[in-house]
């Protein structure tokens, strides 16, 4: 079986393979509206490493798609999504995440160094500042969006979603079995983002001390797919050997404490909801495995 990955949108749930993706929406009446689109399977998904930020961006994208889709079933928005408008918004999204998340821990351990000589003086320890400055700032980012009512039922939405898939890898899409499932899963889009906060500070800490404040910074930003190559090889591998071997529990376990703050319980109508996106992929699926005629 393929490994499908989701993603909570407004009153929905998207979920993707390599062959294709859905998504289903409640509308306002209470019925629920899905799309579903195939895709092309690419050469550069199966190359290790450089498949991780191709990924990340291609799944961007769909997710952006299945928001603008959501947001239209639900009521909350006419206007549709248009090239144009969705590389405005991929754009603005990158400036914002490098300005939070890089550049504005860098300057805070720059200035923190100041004060502490001690900081500046290692590459090493400066680098780890960096690094928790910046987890830091997740999470305090994770836990404000969580205040928000909206954001607290897409929150329920992405327990449902990692309840229907949980509930696929044990071969029992039955309703009584997916309320059983936990709304916490390995693979996880939260637990990639903080592995790719622990993976950054390693690599970062090869970049010389010695270099200038805007040389450290564009540095980063170049690393940017090497790191993401590596943390989606390691949430890929960690997922997959969780229930192999005990040592990994201790690695996944920050990931899974870290979805307390993203996902929460569904309700039976969103675990409808759910289950209609998975059962409209893997029909998706069926229908790209018959031979052509």
């Not at 191709?54 to 961007?60: D, G, K, S, V």
Request: glycine share 6%; aromatic share 10%; hydrophobic share 50%.
């Amino acid at each position: 079986m393929q490994a499908i990955g989701g993603q909570a949108v407004i009153e929905g749930v998207m979920f993707k393979s390599r062959k294709g993706w859905t998504v289903a929406v409640r509308d306002q009446k209470g019925d629920i509206q899905v799309k579903r689109e195939p895709l092309k399977t690419r050469k550069i998904e199966k190359i290790p490493l450089v498949r991780g930020f191709f990924i990340l961006f291609h799944t961007l994208i769909l997710g952006i798609k299945a928001l603008e889709y959501s947001a239209k079933v639900a009521g909350e928005e006419d206007k549709p999504i248009t090239p144009l408008t969705l590389g405005l918004t991929l754009a603005f999204s990158f400036v914002l995440a490098i300005g939070i998340f890089l550049f504005l821990p860098l300057y805070m351990t720059k200035l923190l160094g100041l004060l502490v000589p001690s900081v500046s003086a290692s590459s090493i320890l400066f680098n780890l500042v960096d690094g928790v400055i910046r987890v830091l700032l997740f999470l305090v980012y994770v836990w404000a969006i969580g205040l928000w009512k909206e954001m607290g039922r897409i929150f329920e939405y992405h327990g449902a979603e990692h309840k229907v898939i949980h509930a696929l890898e044990a071969g029992d899409l039955s309703a009584e079995r997916i309320r059983k499932e936990s709304p916490r899963h390995p693979r996880c889009g939260t637990s990639f983002l903080l592995i790719v906060m622990a993976i950054s500070i390693l690599v970062f800490s090869f970049i010389p001390q010695a270099w200038p404040f805007w040389a450290k910074f564009l540095s980063r930003v170049v690393l940017i797919p090497l790191i993401a190559g590596l943390s989606y090889e390691t949430l890929r591998g960690s997922a997959r050997l969780e229930k192999k071997y005990s040592l990994m529990k201790f690695i996944v376990f920050p990931g899974l404490a870290l979805q307390r703050l993203t996902t929460r319980e569904p309700d039976e109508r969103q675990l409808e909801v759910a289950l209609k996106a998975l059962n409209e992929l893997l029909a998706l699926e069926d229908v790209n495995d018959e031979p052509a005629r």
